[in-house]
């Protein structure tokens, strides 16, 4: 069983900054990559960043040079530290770790979503 909390969304001005946190627990072996992806309203989803459990990184156009991932891999927790927000930059934010858990002698990796959370950017 995993479980995954994400924290961090709310409120803030153009120019603003948030920082969003997923804490991953539970059973499994290992945090692979880190990935989080955002929702606009009336948008598709689109991948924002991602992260591999060496620290290589990835991001979206939209975001580099603002957006910083990162993660603590004896915390099991991965961060999203979003400076110079925009308005467009509003949207859900899902965390999505891939997990790495055993079964029997069967090792296998799943996607573990976040419950997602609201980041407004508004004046």
């Known amino acids: 069983q995993v479980q995954l909390v994400e924290s961090g969304g709310g409120l803030a001005e153009p120019g603003g900054s948030l920082r969003l946190s997923c804490s991953a627990s539970?059973?499994?072996?290992?945090?692979?990559?880190i990935t989080w992806y955002r929702k606009p309203p009336g948008k598709e989803r689109e991948l924002v960043a991602a992260?591999?459990?060496?620290?290589?990184?990835n991001y979206t156009d939209s975001v580099k040079g603002r957006f910083t991932i990162s993660r603590d891999n004896a915390k099991n927790t991965g961060y999203l530290q979003m400076n110079s927000l925009k308005l467009e930059d509003t949207a859900v934010y899902y965390c999505?770790?891939?997990?790495?858990?055993?079964?029997?002698?069967?090792?296998?990796?799943?996607?573990?979503w976040g419950q997602g959370t609201q980041v407004t950017v508004s004046s």
């Open positions: 999505v770790p891939r997990v790495r858990t055993k079964v029997s002698l069967t090792t296998y990796a799943f996607d573990k």
């Open positions: 539970g059973i499994f072996l290992s945090i692979e990559t």
């Open positions: 992260i591999t459990s060496e620290g290589t990184t």
